[in-house]
């Protein structure tokens, strides 16, 4: 279990997020793993990019 997106293996095949104890979203990490949805789970603008060794996430707009 991991709150950091790219903390996820590059073999990982399935996720689930949660927000406040709810679920948000289950399923294919690459259908899950996505702007709309972690953005919903986190609370903020999320843009996520996708590589060959796994996910990393950042807030849009953010200079940091």
């Known amino acids: 279990m991991t709150h950091h997106v790219d903390e996820l293996p590059p073999f990982t095949t399935h996720v689930a997020l949660l927000r406040a104890g709810r679920l948000v979203a289950a ?3 690459g259908e899950v793993v996505t ?6 789970c986190f609370g903020v603008e999320v ?3 996708a ?4 996910w990393t996430a950042r807030v849009r707009g953010a200079s940091w």
Do not use: Y
Request: glycine share 18%; proline share 0%.
């Open 27 to 29: 399923g294919r990490a």
């Open 51 to 54: 590589h060959g060794v796994g």
């Open 47 to 49: 843009t996520v990019d």
């Open 35 to 40: 702007d709309a949805l972690l953005s919903e």
